[in-house]
């Protein structure tokens, strides 16, 4: 069992910045992902970002790359998700999860995750 708790989620203006915490508590290993995705009102669940636990190998979705990052704090089993340029369409419901194993082609989809956080609003006004 992993759980997971994301923080950080909040109000910011077009072009800010915020930064989304997901802690990690449970059977971890380093070979597996940790992995950010989004969802805002009457959409799919998107990809944002994955990382290996080992904390190399970060990956992005390709409407979040050059703005965003994703780190891991390997001794506080932490994944950090650094939003900059914030825009409108980057508002929606962040959720943190965490899937076995490592794999970029599968670390996009959604359905490969085994866990997930409830999730903090991220709300980007213009």
């Known amino acids: 069992q992993v759980q997971l708790v994301e923080s950080g989620g909040g109000l910011v203006q077009a072009g800010g910045s915020l930064r989304l915490s997901c802690a990690a508590s449970?059977?971890?290993?380093?070979?597996?992902?940790m992995g950010w995705f989004r969802q805002a009102p009457g959409k799919e669940r998107e990809f944002v970002a994955a990382?290996?636990?080992?904390?190399?190998?970060?990956y992005l979705g390709d409407s979040v790359k050059g703005r965003f990052t994703i780190s891991r704090d390997n001794a506080k089993n932490v994944v950090y998700l650094q939003m900059n340029s914030l825009k409108p369409e980057d508002t929606a419901v962040y959720y943190c999860?965490?899937?076995?194993?490592?794999?970029?082609?599968?670390?996009?989809?959604?359905?490969?995750?085994?866990?997930w956080g409830q999730g903090t609003q991220v709300t980007v006004s213009s």
């Open positions: 990382i290996r636990c080992s904390g190399d190998m970060p």
């Open positions: 999860a965490y899937r076995f194993g490592f794999d970029t082609r599968m670390g996009v989809t959604s359905t490969a995750y085994e866990y």
């Open positions: 449970g059977r971890i290993f380093s070979s597996d992902t």
